[in-house]
């Protein structure tokens, strides 16, 4: 659709030159589309091929192409729990990052607007994190929050966590981590879209009788849709299929399994590829619904 | 204000000392100000003059740095925007983009829970006739429908108080009379008090029952159209308010009713009611229609004023009336607006001309002549054209 409206409506003046300019046009699009086919459509079909197989009943180890797709029913029944807190968490994370860098994109993107020295800088304290590996900043955590770690003490001291109480290996510190890592991407275009925002609208709404908080949820709030979309889709995506938080090294333990600690253990520890595969293809197929649907129900197509 | 109720009728605004600062810079200095209820007010000024700043500060978008705003007899200077039974016209529209031009009106209806919002939105849009796109959104309108929209969503909650920031800026000149028209006669049907704010002074004039002309933060002078035109206190409104001719000098001479004064060799007479100054140095003025273009040197005639003789150096023909430009030494260029009352111009480019004018269509300024009074005079009409 796009392409042949970007290579359509030059042709449509009838100009040969500008006819030979849409043809460039298509010829500078050819790397885009080789490298769309090759290193997304392939693996793509390779992967959805993978999840059919089943396993060969002549040499152990290897996998035949049987349409076998009860793999996906399979991994279904097997893994539900680790599947729905994927998602679960993965909302919660979105939901605690969301409520955390709101008011502080709007702090920096309209409150400091007329000092872009210190939104400058404030910028670069939210993105200073991203140069810092994303493993090591959650090996940090793991020890920050380990049960030797001040905080554990701390809250033990105070009686807030019992004597046989971990944060490390539960539910909480995978949510937490996966919160604080995203924290940069649900921010950014918070700010873009907050920057932008246009405060004269925000007068009008005072002027009719709106108190503050009605401005903020019938005009603040709804012109900042784009942000709040591109901010949980950035975070909710990979945060569902994350497997560096849940990883037990790091921030999880056996009780907070997610999908893409499964995914990771079918591939490499227990070399069930179709297993993984199906895993794989499920968790892709229900983030496309999850998000067609919510972008449809934010109604922010025509603002996007 | 009260919840689900329109104003019965316009409340009076009243300034009392209003002064705002920003950094750097005073907008408005010392502003005291009486809108009685019901009236059309028109706050006339170049751009950068406080006008905008004052509409900011009486619709609660602004704090004064000192002084009172009172409405309706009501202290509002510490009341929030929203509680105020003010609305504003924008002169950015403002229009909230993520809604419909129908739900746009019907904000603030909703905002006050007023019964029927959505009819009583659609009734204001008939009136600015745009009902037919009540379910565009505001980016699909033109400039001059997206003010119209801004105008409704104003009027349609029938506030004591109006306050239109350059409202028809962005119309046609057809549009623009009936707007005027329209905004009248919501004006006088409700008995709502508008604060106008333009620096079109034909607009004004029109419009407003009472102008004030604003000038660098200060209201130079305020009063009925008419009133201003004929007798301007300063040059600035002298300028800004149509054109004016202006003559520094000397009085000479002070009778009974009249002075006189010495412009370039001639004794120019000033009724002293419509003075600011009678002694020393003044700057008197006359209105370019008031003058009378001679082709002879008139013979001296009780209660009329002779200037010249002076070259035409310019003729501009617009139709109803036709401008010359008389260059006279030692005064500098004097403006006439001859009605054209026979066929084509009187006089040609180069030609010798006198003009003269009744003694009492003359003025006294108050400010310092000469000099000074031909820079605000330049600065005035500067100004008015860029605004």
Same mark, same amino acid.
């Given at each position: 659709?796009?392409?042949?409206?970007?290579?359509?409506?030059?042709?449509?003046? $009838?100009?040969?030159?500008?006819?030979?300019?849409g043809?460039?046009?298509?010829l500078?699009?050819?790397?885009?589309?080789?490298?769309?086919?090759?290193?997304?459509l392939?693996?793509?079909i390779?992967?959805?091929? =993978?999840?059919?197989?089943?396993?060969?009943? =002549?040499?152990?180890g290897?996998?035949?192409?049987?349409?076998?797709?009860a793999?996906?029913?399979?991994?279904?029944?097997?893994?539900?729990?680790?599947?729905?807190?994927?998602?679960?968490?993965?909302?919660?994370?979105?939901?605690?990052?969301?409520?955390?860098?709101?008011p502080?994109?709007?702090?920096?993107?309209?409150?400091?607007?007329?000092?872009? /020295?210190?939104?400058s800088?404030?910028?670069?304290?939210?993105?200073?994190?991203?140069?810092?590996?994303?493993l090591?900043?959650?090996?940090?955590?793991?020890?920050?929050l380990?049960?030797?770690?001040?905080?554990?003490?701390t809250?033990?001291a105070?009686? /807030?966590?019992?004597?046989?109480?971990?944060?490390?290996?539960?539910?909480?510190?995978?949510?937490?981590?996966?919160?604080?890592?995203?924290?940069?991407?649900?921010?950014?275009?918070?700010y873009?879209?907050?920057?932008?925002?246009?405060?004269?609208?925000?007068?009008?709404?005072?002027?009719?009788?709106?108190?503050?908080?009605t401005t903020?949820?019938?005009?603040?709030?709804p012109?900042?849709?784009?942000?709040?979309?591109?901010g949980?889709?950035?975070?909710?995506?990979?945060?569902?299929?994350?497997?560096?938080?849940?990883?037990?090294?790091?921030?999880?333990?056996?009780?907070?399994?997610?999908?893409?600690?499964v995914?990771?253990?079918?591939?490499?520890?227990?070399?069930?590829?179709?297993?993984?595969?199906?895993?794989?293809?499920l968790?892709?197929?229900?983030?496309?619904?999850?998000?067609?649907?919510?972008?449809?129900?934010?109604g922010?197509?025509?603002?996007? | 204000m009260?919840?689900?109720?329109?104003?019965?009728?316009?409340?009076?605004?009243k300034?009392?000392?209003?002064?705002?600062?920003?950094?750097?810079?005073?907008?408005?200095?010392?502003?005291?100000?009486?809108?009685p209820?019901?009236t059309?007010?028109?706050?006339?000024?170049?751009?950068?003059?406080?006008?905008?700043?004052?509409?900011?500060?009486?619709a609660?978008?602004?704090?004064?740095?000192?002084?009172r705003?009172?409405? $309706?007899?009501?202290?509002?200077?510490?009341?929030?925007?929203?509680?105020?039974?003010? #609305?504003?016209?924008?002169?950015?529209?403002?229009?909230?983009?993520?809604?419909?031009?129908?739900?746009?009106?019907? @904000?603030?209806?909703?905002?006050?829970g007023i019964?029927?919002?959505?009819?009583?939105a659609?009734?204001a849009?008939?009136?600015?006739?745009?009902?037919?796109?009540?379910?565009?959104?505001?980016?699909?309108?033109?400039?001059?429908?997206?003010?119209?929209?801004?105008?409704?969503?104003a009027?349609?909650?029938?506030?004591?108080l109006?306050?239109?920031d350059?409202?028809?800026?962005?119309?046609? /000149?057809?549009?623009?009379?009936?707007?005027?028209?329209?905004?009248? #006669?919501?004006?006088?049907?409700?008995?709502?008090?508008?604060?106008?704010?333009?620096?079109?002074?034909?607009?004004a004039? =029109?419009?407003?029952?009472?102008?004030?002309?604003m000038?660098r933060?200060?209201?130079?002078q305020?009063?009925a159209?008419?009133?201003?035109?004929?007798?301007?206190?300063?040059? @600035?409104?002298?300028?800004?308010?149509?054109?004016?001719?202006l003559?520094?000098?000397?009085?000479?001479?002070?009778?009974s009713?009249?002075?006189?004064?010495?412009?370039?060799?001639?004794?120019?007479?000033?009724?002293?009611?419509?003075a600011?100054r009678?002694?020393?140095?003044?700057?008197?003025?006359?209105?370019?229609e008031?003058?009378?273009?001679v =082709?002879?040197?008139?013979?001296?005639?009780?209660?009329?004023?002779?200037?010249?003789p002076?070259?035409?150096?310019?003729?501009?023909?617009?139709?109803?009336?036709?401008?010359?430009?008389?260059?006279?030494?030692?005064?500098?260029?004097?403006?006439? @607006?001859?009605?054209?009352?026979?066929?084509?111009?009187?006089?040609?480019?180069?030609?010798?001309?006198?003009?003269?004018w009744?003694?009492e269509h003359?003025?006294?300024?108050?400010?310092?002549?000469?000099a000074?009074?031909?820079?605000q005079?330049?600065?005035?009409?500067?100004?008015?054209?860029?605004?």
């Open positions: 659709m796009a392409l042949t409206a970007f290579a359509g409506s030059p042709a449509a003046t $009838g100009s040969s030159g500008v006819r030979r300019g043809r460039i046009a298509l500078l699009l050819i790397p885009g589309i080789a490298y769309l086919l090759l290193f997304f392939a693996p793509l390779s992967l959805v091929m =993978t999840s059919l197989q089943s396993p060969s009943e =002549t040499v152990f290897q996998y035949d192409f049987t349409f076998n797709w793999n996906y029913l399979q991994v279904v029944g097997q893994y539900s729990e680790q599947i729905l807190r994927s998602f679960l968490y993965a909302v919660l994370a979105t939901v605690f990052a969301l409520l955390f860098s709101y502080l994109a709007y702090f920096i993107g309209v409150t400091m607007r007329r000092w872009p /020295l210190v939104q800088l404030l910028l670069i304290l939210v993105v200073a994190p991203l140069f810092i590996s994303f090591l900043r959650t090996l940090a955590w793991k020890q920050i380990s049960d030797e770690g001040f905080v554990v003490t809250l033990k105070l009686s /807030l966590l019992g004597p046989q109480d971990h944060i490390t290996g539960t539910g909480i510190a995978v949510v937490f981590g996966l919160t604080y890592n995203f924290i940069p991407f649900m921010c950014l275009p918070l873009t879209t907050l920057e932008r925002l246009d405060l004269r609208v925000v007068e009008a709404s005072r002027d009719l009788y709106a108190t503050p908080f903020f949820r019938t005009v603040i709030l012109l900042s849709m784009p942000g709040i979309v591109s949980t889709l950035l975070t909710f995506i990979p945060a569902a299929g994350d497997y560096v938080n849940a990883s037990s090294q790091f921030l999880g333990g056996t009780s907070s399994t997610m999908i893409g600690n995914i990771q253990s079918n591939f490499l520890v227990q070399l069930n590829y179709p297993a993984a595969a199906a895993l794989s293809i968790l892709m197929a229900t983030i496309l619904v999850l998000v067609g649907f919510y972008v449809r129900r934010s922010t197509e025509d603002l996007l | 009260a919840r689900g109720l329109f104003a019965e009728s316009g409340a009076d605004l300034l009392v000392g209003v002064r705002k600062q920003f950094p750097g810079y005073t907008a408005v200095e010392e502003l005291d100000l009486t809108v209820a019901g059309f007010f028109a706050l006339l000024g170049p751009s950068g003059c406080g006008k905008t700043t004052t509409l900011r500060l009486v609660g978008l602004e704090e004064p740095t000192a002084g705003i009172l409405i $309706g007899g009501t202290d509002v200077t510490d009341t929030k925007p929203y509680r105020r039974p003010v #609305n504003t016209v924008f002169q950015s529209y403002a229009l909230f983009p993520h809604m419909t031009v129908l739900e746009n009106v019907a @904000f603030g209806l909703r905002r006050r019964g029927d919002p959505v009819e009583k659609h009734a849009l008939r009136l600015v006739e745009l009902d037919h796109l009540a379910d565009r959104k505001p980016a699909q309108l033109s400039g001059g429908q997206q003010q119209r929209v801004a105008l409704a969503r009027v349609v909650n029938r506030p004591a109006l306050l239109l350059e409202p028809l800026g962005a119309l046609d /000149l057809k549009l623009r009379r009936q707007m005027q028209l329209e905004l009248k #006669n919501i004006q006088s049907e409700v008995g709502l008090t508008f604060v106008h704010v333009t620096h079109d002074q034909e607009e004039m =029109t419009m407003a029952d009472t102008v004030a002309v000038n933060g200060r209201i130079e305020i009063g159209p008419e009133e201003i035109y004929e007798l301007p206190r300063t040059a @600035f409104v002298a300028n800004f308010l149509g054109q004016s001719n003559f520094g000098g000397t009085v000479a001479e002070s009778g009713g009249a002075f006189g004064v010495d412009v370039a060799g001639r004794r120019i007479l000033v009724p002293i009611d419509r600011q009678t002694t020393g140095a003044v700057t008197v003025g006359v209105r370019p008031k003058l009378l273009l =082709t002879e040197e008139p013979a001296p005639m009780a209660g009329v004023n002779v200037l010249g002076g070259r035409v150096t310019d003729v501009s023909f617009s139709g109803v009336s036709t401008q010359y430009l008389i260059d006279v030494p030692h005064v500098g260029t004097v403006i006439v @607006f001859a009605q054209n009352l026979v066929f084509g111009p009187v006089v040609e480019p180069g030609a010798e001309v006198w003009v003269t009744r003694v003359g003025f006294g300024l108050a400010d310092a002549p000469a000074s009074a031909l820079e005079a330049h600065e005035a009409l500067v100004s008015g054209v860029e605004g």
